[in-house]
């Protein structure tokens, strides 16, 4: 059976979160990124797999190693989807700040 991932179910998991914090940065070894968990490397290779079936992840061979690199294209689309949301939370937020001000008397 050949699941199809959505990059937000990839998002959802916490550790895949911290994965991509972690290559934020810079590229990472697998057994470098499962370093940083309390957990089996085998888990932390199947977050990895996940990662890179929806594209947020983008494996490179170097020598026998295996680096892994943040795609930037693909967090931007993430970024873009978001940003709607963000900014009706920051209007309803500021709406509320000013009729508290209100309420309260402050100018």
Known sequence: MNLRRDVFQAIADPTRRAILLLVASQAMTAGA?????????????????????????????????????????????????IEPFRKMWDDRFNKLEALMKGVRGEP
Request: proline share 6%; aromatic share 8%.
């Open 33 to 81: 990124i499962a370093s940083n968990f309390d957990t089996a490397r085998p888990t932390v290779s199947k977050h990895l797999q996940i990662l890179t079936e929806c594209e947020l992840l983008t494996p490179a061979q170097n020598g026998r190693e295996i680096y892994y690199q943040l795609n930037p294209q693909k967090m931007k689309e993430v970024a873009d989807f």
